[in-house]
């Protein structure tokens, strides 16, 4: 497949409303492929863009592996592989089991939340053409930026720009992949 | 929400969290200034050098220690733990206040935690390292601590699972996993930041690389957001469990003065308590140095104080029920061991653990202390002091003196074991001191979501 060589049309606003108001209207004019970025997360925005709700299932699944190992790991290896008589205790002395269980659930599911959320979310990438716009370097300040992607069926240049140029931002870029 | 915008600036207990006039830009140019531009004061290079030979220090009596085997410590049979265990249990509760702070206070939507939250994780990173390295040390042959771990050997067998020293293996190594994980996760925004504020490439590339790309899009911060929120969910459990289990090594023991149901969730107060004090011991002079007085607030230090009030007020119940409990059981040997710790060969600790952990953090009812710095700072060493003989009264006056006279005896550190320790109290200030240089000590992207302009009008 052929990469079109723009990657999308990035508009630049002043403040988190107005970046939230812009990702409204935006998807209201029937764009779907869009995305927002902010210095910090806006509580909403991700919703208004359409985001997916990925992340507790990966979470959940971590965990219950977790304390599954813990478990299975501690029963066949004091009662099946190598049976040892502590104290007249049985060997498989569940109650003795359950704070290592305890443990190793939270410790996969922690595992699971932070590399599930990079896995998902595609990092880490160093490089990405939104990067190209000399002025998102203010991303990580405080500017909001609001990309509309060339692959959006009602992406066309000029009337995706004159449409951003509608919602009144600071600036809009041409974004080159 | 509503309680902030009801601030008044007389009442110093609702002191704002931000102080006002700042905007996005300037918080973050801040906070970042003091890692990209700032040069390093040569008080910073006369603390950091302490810290380091005091590391250095720490490693001739490691080094040593390896040489000769654990002889050269004050430990003996019938006290086998000393040192190394009571500064394992003083070092881990104090990380503890780490995790409270940035898991436990974002679940109960605490905003005031985001200008301290970064630091006192990182407090707790550094506290578990000099806590990990006590049992490992403590082990006898510490070139086979790994045997801790179940791994397949050629001799075939595995871990006593049932024992609570297998438990703490656990506990321990999935608090500091977690704790590290939790602290990075934090970071990576604020890597972005720094890669995009700097103007050297080296470390842009640096800070590019630890930031994996970040570039704040809304579904990855989505994303985040959910997964930051489930881990402190996580960390909240984890970090009252592994005081407990660290309790259990003594309380499963049938050893007078070990053996009570008490002792987890005192053990847990304890810690937070102790963690407070070395949150605050750390944040009086860094805000002041740093120029920092307008994100860590009055409000900081007067929540702080009032948390170790009340975790204070739990401990001296739990020596309370101790007490109690020694003579309401019957039991001769508790009994015994209450008459010990007052007027036996360690009363005087004993005396000093109470006046150190009850009687002076009581002076932080007076609100008036409550607001300066300098008392709290010395009120926090005092803590500080008071939990690390707690722990010492609890590991030496019970295994000095148990079941039977014959096997009494007394424990005397030597100056490998003072030296061990000073040694892991330079290696935690050399590694603050480290991270103050080169990692924003406060997160920048929670103090942005704490501005008034954060918030989307509709």
């Known amino acids: 497949m052929k990469r079109d060589p723009i990657y999308g049309m990035m508009a630049e606003f002043d403040s988190a409303t107005a970046l939230f108001d812009a990702a409204r209207s935006t998807r209201q004019a029937g764009y779907s492929k869009i995305d927002a970025y902010s210095p910090f997360p806006i509580e909403g925005l991700a919703e208004e863009i359409g985001a997916p709700h990925d992340v507790p299932l990966v979470v959940l699944i971590g965990g219950i592996v977790g304390g599954l190992t813990g478990y299975l790991m501690q029963y066949w290896m004091s009662a099946v592989d190598y049976p040892l008589n502590v104290g007249g205790k049985p060997a498989h002395s569940w109650p003795a089991f359950i704070v290592i269980t305890f443990e190793m659930t939270i410790l996969f599911a922690g595992i699971s939340a932070v590399f599930g959320m990079l896995a998902l979310n595609g990092l880490p990438m160093p490089y990405h053409p939104v990067f190209n716009v000399p002025r998102f370097a203010l991303a990580s300040k405080d500017r909001f930026f609001l990309i509309v992607f060339s692959s959006d069926p009602k992406y066309d240049a000029a009337g995706t720009r004159v449409f951003l140029q509608g919602l009144q931002p600071r600036s809009i870029s041409e974004v080159p992949s | 929400m509503d309680e902030q915008s009801k601030v008044s600036t007389v009442d110093v207990d609702r002191a704002p969290v931000i102080e006002p006039g700042y905007t996005f830009g300037t918080v973050t140019e801040k906070i970042s200034a003091i890692v990209l531009t700032r040069p390093a004061s040569n008080g910073w290079f006369v603390g950091f050098g302490i810290g380091f030979m005091l590391t250095m220090m720490l490693l001739y009596a490691i080094g040593y220690l390896f040489l000769k085997g654990i002889g050269i410590w004050g430990v003996t049979i019938p006290i086998g733990w000393g040192f190394a265990i009571i500064n394992f249990v003083w070092w881990i509760g104090i990380g503890h206040a780490g995790t409270l702070i940035s898991a436990i206070l974002l679940l109960l939507r605490q905003s005031w935690r985001n200008s301290i939250n970064r630091f006192a994780e990182a407090m707790t990173l550094f506290a578990v390292a000099c806590a990990g390295i006590f049992p490992a040390i403590h082990v006898g042959r510490p070139w086979l601590a790994y045997w801790l771990f179940p791994y397949p050997s050629t001799m075939g067998v595995w871990p006593q699972f049932r024992s609570p020293l297998m438990w703490d293996v656990f506990a321990v190594s999935t608090y500091a996993t977690i704790s590290a994980l939790f602290w990075f996760m934090g970071l990576i ?144 040997y508790d009994a015994f061991t209450i008459w010990n710790r007052l007027h036996g060969p360690y009363a005087v600790p004993y005396y000093l653990l109470l006046i150190c952990n009850i009687f002076v953090p009581q002076v932080l009812w007076i609100r008036k202390l409550r607001a300066s710095p300098v008392a709290l700072f010395l009120v926090s060493g005092v803590i500080l002091v008071g939990m690390w003989l707690e722990r010492f009264i609890i590991v030496s006056v019970s295994l000095s003196r148990d079941f039977l006279t014959s096997s009494w005896g007394m424990y005397y550190p030597t100056r490998w074991d003072l030296m061990t320790y000073i040694g892991t109290i330079g290696m935690f200030l050399a590694a603050i001191f480290l991270f103050v240089r080169i990692l924003p000590m406060i997160s920048i992207f929670e103090m942005r979501t704490l501005l008034p302009e954060a918030e989307v009008k509709e």
Do not use: C
């Open chain 2, 189 to 332: 925004p604020d890597f972005a930041t720094l890669r995009d504020r700097s103007n050297k490439p080296a470390l842009r590339i640096v800070y590019g690389m630890l930031s994996m790309g970040w570039r704040g899009s809304a579904r990855h911060w989505h994303r985040y957001e959910t997964a930051y929120l489930l881990l402190a969910g996580l960390a909240t459990p984890l970090v009252l469990s592994v005081h407990t289990v660290v309790s259990f090594d003594f309380a499963v023991g049938i050893v007078p003065g070990w053996h009570t149901t008490i002792f987890p969730p005192y053990f847990v107060a304890g810690a937070i308590y102790s963690g407070f004090a070395m949150v605050l011991m750390l944040a009086i002079p860094i805000r002041k140095i740093y120029g920092l007085e307008d994100f860590i607030t009055e409000r900081h230090l007067q929540n702080s104080a009032k948390v170790m009030l009340a975790t204070g007020l739990i401990v001296a119940y739990g020596y309370g029920i101790e007490a109690f409990m020694g003579w309401y059981s019957g039991d001769r």
